[in-house]
């Protein structure tokens, strides 16, 4: 009958509509001000895709050292100030001086961005670090399409700083203007901290930190950082730690000028064949590394963090594909991620003064100098590596009996990080996770090192947490960088259930 047509043909609509939702939002709001707050992100979520597309249109490129970039650089953190202003937050744009080049020439550095929504003393604050500054790009480096014009292709908008990292920072926008609109009461006081140079060694920020430990960040409850990536490309992740750094150069010497290898080959000790060996001393074909004693202080393993990587959800064949690698060193996923996040690295990464040229040129490097660095993990001491390199160096450089010159120098040093996974923030993303996804989260560290976690951490003596939005195949830095329209409309809803599950903790703590 036509009424029994109807009615199947009301229920295949609903089911159509409920598995086209389901693609696209995780689980069912919740009831209460988050289901207000997840319906006016979902039905302005296009907006929020045109705020981005403004915001990628900026070439606030902060390593290549050109004016006219600074100037965009400027106008990017003049466009966010005036964001957060419309929020109606307290801006303060700190003055960050100048940045003085080898060259002799000089460049302002872009204010940093210290902002404030709300100074409830009952309810707990909670502080947000991004930045607005982007790698280089061209699009004849091989990019599909203009990177500074947001194009969205199968729902993955494509530009760059789309996922590193104003796509998250507007996520935390979007999340705070949800409730602004809908005139809900915000659960937590919101501070943001914002700069421009991250890409370029975040010139100036450790000094503003280190001023504000008592003022800005004295009511601080967390820090979250939401600059990194998960392991999957659906399945959300927290970051609980990153490796440090300790990047060392070897110049072997003979003089400064280099030699015919006609006139001068075979009666003298190279110095590329010293630093060759030299190089080739340091780690062996299985990646182990061959340094006496680097591994004495690593943190031994223990049964619980065995589980983690066993829960850890890496599918290995799929991370191999995306990776365009043949094979990796470990076959088990739960050895692949111990060496990515808790044992240390040894990686080589050029020589300077060699002949790296086209063509034949029959010369002898005069002077050569290696490159090379250590991923460091806890407990490793950045003092102590240093001394262990040094000393190996020097031994295997005696034994070949040189009549050259080695200088073996650490020319930077970072610190790893880690956090505790039992504070507060963690398992308030947990819950918020769970909100929003319907799953819980992997618990991951990051094999690369983030500087400003450390150095927020220690500093301002708060505790942080890393948030990331984006999916594993993003690919921040590289060609054809993008974040899924999915991951920055569910991360907008994120942030919002960050807030609330922060806001119902405080009360309980």
């Keep these: 009958s036509p009424a029994v047509a109807h009615s199947q043909a009301e229920s295949l609509l609903a089911f159509l509509l409920l598995l086209v939702g389901g693609m696209f939002s995780a689980s069912t709001p919740p009831p209460g001000p988050l289901e207000k707050i997840f319906q006016y992100i979902d039905l302005h979520q ?16 902060s390593v290549q050292p050109a004016p006219r970039l ?31 080049l080898p060259d002799g020439q000089t460049l ?12 409830d003393p009952k309810k707990p604050t909670v502080c947000f670090y991004g930045h607005l500054d982007v790698q280089p790009a061209r699009q004849e480096d091989g990019w599909l399409t203009d990177p500074y014009t947001l194009t969205e292709v199968d ?21 705070v203007s949800a409730f602004k609109a809908l005139d809900e009461d915000l659960p937590v006081n919101i501070k943001f901290l914002i700069e421009g140079m991250e890409e370029a060694g975040s010139l100036a920020l450790e000094e503003l930190v280190r001023k504000e430990k008592s003022g800005f960040f004295s009511s ?3 820090i979250v950082i939401s600059d990194n990536l998960w392991i999957s490309q659906r399945k959300p992740a927290l970051i609980y730690g990153t490796r440090g750094n300790s990047y060392f150069t070897v110049e072997v010497k003979c003089r400064d000028q280099d030699f015919h290898s006609g006139t001068f080959g075979g009666i003298l000790n190279e110095p590329m064949a010293d630093l060759v060996a030299l190089l080739g001393s340091l780690v062996d074909a299985s990646g182990h590394i061959l340094v ?17 990587y066993e829960d850890t959800d890496l599918d290995m064949e799929e991370y191999r594909n995306s990776s365009q690698v043949k094979r990796f060193l470990f076959d088990t996923k739960e050895e692949l991620l111990m060496h990515l996040w808790r044992y240390p690295s040894l990686s ?17 490097p005069g002077r050569v100098m290696g490159k090379f660095s250590i991923r460091l993990v806890p407990h490793m001491d950045m003092s102590v590596v240093e001394t262990q390199v040094t000393q190996h160096l020097e031994y295997i450089f005696s034994k070949r009996n040189s009549s050259n010159q080695m200088t073996v120098s650490m020319a930077l040093g970072l610190h790893p990080w880690i956090a505790n996974v039992s504070d507060r923030q963690y398992l308030a993303a947990k819950r918020a996770i769970r909100t929003v996804f319907g799953t819980e989260p992997d618990m991951i560290r990051d094999g690369s090192t983030i500087p400003i976690a450390k150095i927020l951490q220690d500093t301002t003596q708060k505790s942080v ?45």
Aim: hydrophobic share 40%; charged share 25%.
């Design 292 to 308: 006496p004693g680097i591994y004495e202080h690593v943190a031994p393993v223990t049964e619980e963090e065995k589980r983690v």
């Design 46 to 61: 296009d907006e929020f895709v045109q705020t981005l597309k403004e915001w990628v249109a900026v070439e606030s490129d």
């Design 155 to 175: 729902g993955k908008l494509y530009g760059r700083g789309t996922t590193d990292n104003k796509g998250p920072v507007l996520a935390w926008i979007n999340a």
């Design 220 to 222: 601080v409850d967390c």
């Design 108 to 119: 302002p550095i872009p204010p940093i961005l210290l902002a404030e929504l709300g100074s």
């Design 348 to 364: 080589i990464h050029g020589i300077e003064g060699a002949f790296h040229e086209p063509g034949a040129k029959t010369v002898i």
């Design 70 to 100: 600074r100037r965009e650089l400027l106008h990017m953190v003049g466009l966010a100030a005036d964001r957060l202003r419309g929020l109606g937050a307290r801006v303060a744009s700190v003055d960050a001086g100048f940045q003085q």
């Design 465 to 509: 947490i890393m948030l990331p939005l984006g999916a594993v195949d993003d690919g921040e830095h590289s060609q054809n960088e993008k974040i899924n329209r999915w991951n920055y409309i569910e991360g907008s809803k994120l942030f919002a259930a960050f807030f609330l599950e922060m806001a119902k903790l405080h009360s309980s703590w």
